[in-house]
């Protein structure tokens, strides 16, 4: 059995779009991500438990209450916790301003990095033009995508098996239609803006599934991307600087290098 290693210690951890509660959500990975890093404070961006599927049939498998046990552990051992509501969980959005057993509950929040620098922390969704001005076609749009998803846990059931990479077949669908491009660029620009309105020196969201830092828009726009799909975080460390984590990648490494390491000790002992 391998011993874990201690945590890496941030500032703060950035985190979205878990979706608890649907058969998409990579709790496992989740798991190991949230045993591997611990923070002084932690910002869940939105769309942590999805209520739009729980509402249809109950899904709830063990992992996903572990994934929840864990960030309430940190919060007993002094981790300040702010969660941001998305859209899938704008239930929540009736609690905002209080605190519910040391989570905190804001419609968005600005963060101060450890340089000075000030950061919007909102899930999104207030400036996505399909999902506030035609619920019906997110909802629709909402079908194709589980369907998407799927057929994608399937098929990386299948090639871890046989030993391939993660792929994502949904996040290649949708970078592969010119118009999602155009649709991510907009959001982009738009919370870059709303950034500006707060006098900040950057955005910090989530909503659309895409992880991303770059200052095309003037600011910095930091997407914490999803734990559907691409296994994403983006964390603080104490000298203010971010970074972008791609979690499977890391754990491919971790593989890789268990790999590499294994037959040099067989030979030694040899
Ligand atoms: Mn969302």
């Known amino acids: 059995m391998t011993q874990d290693a201690d945590p890496i210690r941030v500032r703060t951890l950035f985190l979205s779009d878990f979706h608890l509660g649907t058969r998409g959500c990579q709790a496992d990975a989740l798991l190991d991500f949230l045993k591997a890093y611990d923070a002084d404070t932690i910002y869940l961006v939105g769309d942590i438990v999805d209520g739009w ?29 702010i969660y941001l509501p998305g859209n899938h969980d704008e239930f929540l959005r009736d609690y905002l301003g209080i605190s519910l057993g040391g989570v905190e509950l804001a419609d968005y929040a600005l963060h101060e990095a450890a340089d000075g620098k000030r950061y919007l922390v909102i899930h999104g969704d207030q400036f996505d033009l399909v999902v506030r001005h035609a619920r019906w076609l997110a909802l629709l749009g909402d079908g194709a995508y589980t369907a998407a998803l799927f057929v994608n846990t ?83 460390h104490y000298d203010g600087s971010f970074q972008l984590v791609r979690w499977t990648d890391v754990r491919l490494e971790k593989t890789a290098e268990q790999n590499a390491v294994t037959p040099t000790v067989r030979e030694k002992a040899a």
Request: with cysteine; charged share 25%; hydrophobic share 40%.
């Open 154 to 236: 399937h098929l990386n059931m299948i090639r871890r098996r046989l030993g391939l990479t993660y792929w994502s077949l949904s996040s290649w669908a949708k970078l592969r239609v010119k118009n999602a491009v155009n649709y991510i660029s907009r959001f982009e620009e738009l919370l870059a803006a709303e950034a500006g309105r707060h006098e900040a020196d950057g955005v910090i969201c989530g909503h659309i599934h895409h992880a991303v830092m770059h200052e095309q828009f003037g600011v910095a726009y930091v997407n914490t991307g999803d734990w559907v799909e691409s296994c994403t975080a983006v964390v603080e």
């Open 53 to 81: 599927k729980l509402k249809s049939g109950w899904y709830w498998p063990q992992a996903h209450n572990d994934v929840v046990q864990k960030l309430l552990r940190k919060v007993r051992k002094g981790a300040r916790l």
